[in-house]
T-cell receptor, first 117, second 112 residues
Framework: GAGVSQTPSNKVTEKGKYVELRCDPI?????LYWYRQSLGQGPEFLIY????????DSGLPNDRFFAVRPEGSVSTLKIQRTERGDSAMYLC???????????????FGEGSRLTVL | GESVGLHLPTLSVQEGDNSIINCAYS??????FIWYKQESGKGPQFIID?????DKRQGQRVTVLLNKTVKHLSLQIAATQPGDSAVYFC???????????FGKGTRLHILP
């Protein structure tokens, strides 16, 4: 499809395990964002890529969280030693560069729901 | 079962009436604002945006008002329809920063 694709849609894991969440953005979108959304809350910014580089990773909560985008397209969010508090919906969004288009229209995927038991 | 949005403020509106959803922001450096709609089980969807050099912008059935003096943003939806039922988020972008920060949402509930 033409939209942002996230896999898996649901992931259940045990505390302490390692998890990878994948995001396939819209073709041609240079900007890619990861957000985390807990129940009843707004999306919380984690990290933003412009091309292959992480332009802003100030939202990553700690060093257990890491994200890559090696070829400037697909991105993977990696969580080490998962904790129960990591349980949330992880949303990915892509766009043309805000600085280029002047628009904040982000195109979101349907998210990956992570449950840590 | 899942209680999505249990702690969200809720606005209940009669079908056909106008809805007004409010948002306050705190950062004076923010110069660009966006409203997103999130339906159950989906990612947020862009509705409309406004820059700080404007105080009003209209779209199809929606109007965004910006009051920079009191750092307040509102989204007006005309003739509310059942399909407008969702959680609405305001978001802001700060000068010199490409990230978009979301605020707390409001659940819009449409009464038949």
């Amino acid at each position: 499809g033409a939209g942002v694709s996230q896999t898996p849609s649901n992931k259940v894991t045990e505390k302490g395990k390692y998890v990878e969440l994948r995001c396939d953005p819209i073709s041609g979108h240079t900007a890619l964002y990861w957000y985390r959304q807990s129940l009843g809350q707004g999306p919380e910014f984690l990290i933003y890529f412009q091309g292959t580089g992480a332009a802003d990773d100030s939202g990553l909560p700690n060093d257990r969280f890491f994200a890559v985008r090696p070829e400037g397209s697909v991105s993977t969010l990696k969580i080490q030693r998962t904790e129960r508090g990591d349980s949330a919906m992880y949303l990915c969004a892509s766009s043309l560069s805000l600085g280029v288009t002047g628009t904040g229209e982000l195109f979101f995927g349907e998210g990956s729901r992570l449950t840590v038991l | 079962g899942e209680s999505v949005g249990l702690h969200l403020p809720t606005l209940s509106v009669q079908e056909g009436d106008n809805s007004i959803i409010n948002c306050a922001y705190s950062n004076s450096a923010s110069d660009y604002f966006i409203w997103y709609k999130q339906e159950s089980g989906k990612g947020p969807q862009f509705i409309i945006d406004i820059r700080s050099n404007m105080d009003k912008r209209q779209g199809q059935r929606v109007t965004v008002l910006l009051n920079k003096t009191v750092k307040h943003l509102s989204l007006q939806i005309a003739a509310t329809q059942p399909g407008d039922s969702a959680v609405y988020f305001c978001a802001e972008n700060r000068q010199g920063d490409d990230k978009i920060i979301f605020g707390k949402g409001t659940r819009l509930h449409i009464l038949p």
